[in-house]
């Protein structure tokens, strides 16, 4: 059998020191990270919050190996991101399936890589897939199932090589709201039962509370980190915490910094057609507040 | 990862077919997904939900109803097209029943019962067989040889600059030269004249499927190749596992196109080097005033042409199962 928990409490440390990322050069280079530094502790659920355009997948991917830091550093127990692996499962915004595999070969990919056996990958891809309710689709093919499907079995692939880390950019936000709070409870689900350490890219307030221990919230560009903030909420959490004071006072600090960062990235356009005197006043680095 | 070229090849054969983008069809199905209460697909994901539950509703019908609905869909083409060849076929009775002479001149042309009685006479001839195998071995040979390389060079040159920047260059020179222009380099390059007729039936399908599988290879979705790598493949796995798959529907535009070209190259080298084969039967028939062996030989090169090509249909729909069964249903 297969050990579907083999991930030790002490591994999956994300660490990411003032890291710096500009895309081109000289004068037509955009700065679409600046010295961002954040900590993914081991089996810690982390949520990125800010802005589209603000840097978050470009964290992300720097993470995850496929953009290199111009400055700074990003390590996984203490190892350089230089290149991706399978120690860093990936989660992606668009679907991500491979459409010419089953959804059971989907799930098989990575073990097939590590030079697992034909029957041990089709066991432990069965086992997961039953985990998140999938099994009765391990035949079907990408295209024949639902966003949220889908979905579910690229979670199911990227934990399939018991990586250290789950790196997911806005994985949910093609989905429409009901499928998507049943995929964060999945998610949830999955988190626990693995102990894996969660570095979740969002713009959705609700899902970043809903999700993680500590959001961290992104100013717009050059994207810098703006605020941390600890989710105290008791686990397991369900869509009625919603209505909690506590959750409502979250969310609406949580809010307020993001719609000042929305208004500053829109700043550019209104300043010219001219709000009737409405400013909006932002420190010069940002408003640093802490739960 | 790599963006997309501007190959620079402006003949027009061989061109790339586009064939439907997976990544189009998911960015797709991912819109209807965001659509709020679209009833084609479960929305709300639950881990109940069945595969029955994914088949598109339809109302049931009977056999007899279906096969009488079919009948009533299919019998005005059936019709339409005995009617169709019907007129062909009588046109040609006639023509050369009452030897027109219009300009262009049915004199000599063999009537559709001169060609009937041939061709029972040949259904007994080894040696029309034997010409036939001839041709299909060639065939098989050159265009074998041609998707083994094709595609492997293709796959090389899409992928890595390097490869690209060696190799592209030769080819594109090479290109806009047509197959049957080598027929005399090919006789003097070719210790026989058999390896020479594969050459140039190599040469012919070479380049439309070396350009359909670079063409694939630039139109993975890059995300594709993203999740490849964060699930621990190496290169040639990713090549292999990834990239060939997701090229796959690029590629076989390219074989359709190869083989069609194979055999264009393939008759003219045959009716102007050859010994055997089907060209070369149609060509010596004309030599020796056996008018309507050309007729039937032109008949037995158009039907082997189509086998061949619903042969590469029938394999891209087995190695292609994913793709629904109209999407390459090729333009052959
Ligand atoms: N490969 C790239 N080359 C140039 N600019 C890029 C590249 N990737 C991202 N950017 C730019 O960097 C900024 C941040 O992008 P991204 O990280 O995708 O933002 P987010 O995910 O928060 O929406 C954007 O302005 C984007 O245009
Ligand atoms: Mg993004």
């Known amino acids: 059998m297969i050990p579907l928990v083999n991930k030790d409490s002490t591994t999956g440390h994300i660490r990411i020191e003032h890291l710096g990322v500009r895309f081109g050069r000289n004068s037509s280079a955009v700065e679409a990270v600046s010295d961002v530094s954040m900590e993914v502790m081991p089996g810690e659920f982390v949520s990125v919050i800010g802005p589209s355009g603000c840097g978050k997948s470009t964290l992300l991917n720097v993470v995850a190996g496929f953009v290199q830091p111009s400055v700074g550093t990003a390590t996984v127990d203490g190892k350089n991101t230089d290149k991706p692996g399978a120690d860093r499962g990936m989660v992606f915004q668009q679907y991500s399936l491979f459409p010419w595999l089953t959804v059971r070969k989907n799930v098989e990919f990575g073990l097939k890589q590590q030079g697992m056996d034909g029957s041990h990958r089709q066991q432990a891809a069965r086992t997961l897939l039953g985990l998140a309710g999938l099994l009765a689709f391990e035949n079907h093919y990408p295209e024949q199932l639902s966003g949220g499907m889908k979905q579910r079995v690229g979670i199911v692939r990227a934990l399939a090589t018991s990586p250290q880390v789950l790196l997911m950019d806005e994985p949910f936000g093609a989905l429409d709201a009901q499928t998507r709070v049943v995929m964060q409870q999945i998610l949830t689900n999955m988190w626990q039962r693995f102990r894996i350490s969660v570095l979740f890219i969002t713009h959705d307030i609700d899902e970043s509370i809903f999700l993680s221990d500590r959001v961290y919230v992104m100013t717009s560009r050059p994207g810098l980190i703006k605020a941390e903030i600890t989710i105290p909420l008791p686990r397991p959490r369900t869509p009625d915490m919603a209505s909690t004071p506590e959750y409502l006072a979250i969310k609406h600090h949580l809010r307020k910094l993001i719609s000042e960062e929305s208004l500053k990235a829109m700043g550019g356009e209104l300043k010219d057609g001219g709000l009737g005197g409405f400013t909006i006043e932002v420190g010069p680095h940002g408003v640093t507040e802490l739960i | ?332």
């Not at chain 2, 881990?47 to 994914?54: D, E, M």
């Not at chain 2, 006479?121 to 071995?137: A, E, P, Q, T």
């Not at chain 2, 890595?160 to 806009?176: D, K, N, S, T, W």
């Not at chain 2, 082997?304 to 793709?323: D, K, T, Y």
């Open chain 2, 1 to 332: 990862m790599h963006t997309a070229p501007k190959l620079d090849f402006s003949a027009p054969d061989g061109a790339v077919l586009e064939t439907p983008r997976l990544t189009l069809a998911l960015s797709a199905e991912a819109k209807a997904d965001a659509t709020p209460g679209h009833q084609r697909r479960p929305t709300s994901d639950a881990s109940q939900a069945t595969p029955a539950q994914l088949a598109p509703a339809m109302p049931a019908l009977l056999p007899v109803q279906r096969i009488a609905a079919w009948l009533r869909g299919a019998l005005p083409g059936v019709l339409m097209t005995a009617l169709s060849l019907g007129l062909f076929i009588a046109f040609w009775y006639f023509a050369t029943k009452y030897r027109w002479d219009i300009y262009i001149r049915f004199t000599n042309i063999p009537s559709p019962g001169d060609v009937l009685a041939n061709a029972a006479n040949l259904v007994h001839s080894d040696k029309f067989y034997h010409n036939m195998w001839v041709s299909l071995r060639r065939i098989l040979l050159g265009f074998g040889i041609a998707t083994g390389l094709g595609v492997t060079f293709g796959l090389l040159i899409g992928q890595y600059r390097f490869a690209r920047g060696l190799l592209l260059p030769i080819f594109e020179v090479l290109r806009p030269i047509p197959a049957i222009a080598w027929v005399p380099m090919a006789i003097m390059l070719w210790p026989s004249n058999e390896t020479s007729i594969v050459f140039i039936t190599f040469l012919g399908s070479f380049f439309p499927i070396l350009l359909n599988t670079i063409h694939g290879v630039n139109s993975v979705d890059a995300v594709l190749v993203r999740a490849g790598r964060c699930l621990g493949a190496n290169e040639l796995a990713l090549l292999r596992q990834v990239i060939l798959p997701a090229a796959l529907p690029h590629i076989f535009a390219g074989l359709t196109i190869g083989m069609g070209v194979a055999w264009v190259s393939l008759i003219a080298a045959e009716m102007i080097s050859g010994q055997f084969g089907i060209g070369y039967f149609t060509w010596e028939a004309y030599s020796l005033i056996q008018y309507a062996d050309i007729a039937i030989g032109m008949i037995v090169i158009g039907m082997l042409g189509l086998a061949c090509s619903g042969g590469i249909r029938l394999l891209g729909n087995l190695l292609m199962p994913w793709l629904p069964a109209h999407a390459n249903r090729g333009r052959a």
